[in-house]
């Protein structure tokens, strides 16, 4: 009992850590093409106003399939172009996820500084977890 009980701890740690990993990899994946796209045309794509929905000019960049499936932490991806309401210009959201706030600040570590509230990853205003990319 006590061995299943050391192993099942490990295991849950494990499985958090790559859960992690993958939404991190996600945002960096996602980030690039964003920032990319906006080097070359000199605008963000626009506001999506919807989660799930990819922008239609980054279509070509980044696979439908990968943007509209559900993140490790049940959540969906949401663009926050010009235009949202969220107080940033474009940033990369997590919309209806059920990590708690000391998930996302691991995973904040893993990318930024460590603090929901300053830096790269952050909450927006609706405390949504997101990725600014311009303020």
Same mark, same amino acid.
């Given at each position: 009992?006590?061995?299943?009980?050391?192993?099942?701890?490990? +295991?849950?740690?494990?499985?958090?850590?790559?859960?992690n990993?993958?939404?991190?990899?996600?945002?960096?994946?996602y980030?690039?093409? +964003?920032?990319?796209?906006?080097?070359?045309?000199?605008?963000?794509?626009?506001?999506?106003n919807?989660p799930?929905?990819?922008?239609?000019?980054?279509?070509?960049? @980044?696979?439908?399939?990968?943007?509209?499936?559900?993140?490790?932490?049940?959540?969906q991806w949401d663009w926050?172009?010009?235009?949202?309401?969220?107080?940033?210009?474009?940033? @990369?959201? @997590?919309?209806?996820s059920?990590?708690?706030?000391?998930?996302?600040t691991?995973?904040?570590a893993?990318?930024?500084?460590?603090?929901?509230?300053?830096?790269? +990853?952050?909450?927006l205003?609706d405390g949504?977890?997101?990725?600014?990319?311009?303020?």
């Amino acid at each position: 009992g006590l061995l299943a009980a050391i192993a099942i701890a490990s +295991f849950k740690r494990i499985q958090e850590k790559s859960e992690n990993s993958t939404i991190a990899n996600d945002l960096r994946t996602y980030s690039q093409a +964003f920032e990319t796209y906006a080097l070359e045309r000199g605008a963000w794509p626009g506001n999506t106003n919807a989660p799930q929905l990819i922008p239609a000019e980054m279509v070509d960049r @980044i696979k439908a399939g990968d943007w509209t499936k559900a993140t490790p932490g049940g959540g969906q991806w949401d663009w926050e172009g010009p235009g949202t309401p969220l107080g940033v210009t474009a940033a @990369i959201s @997590i919309f209806g996820s059920n990590f708690t706030d000391a998930r996302w600040t691991q995973i904040d570590a893993m990318i930024d500084d460590g603090n929901l509230n300053t830096g790269r +990853f952050r909450k927006l205003s609706d405390g949504r977890p997101a990725l600014v990319l311009e303020d």
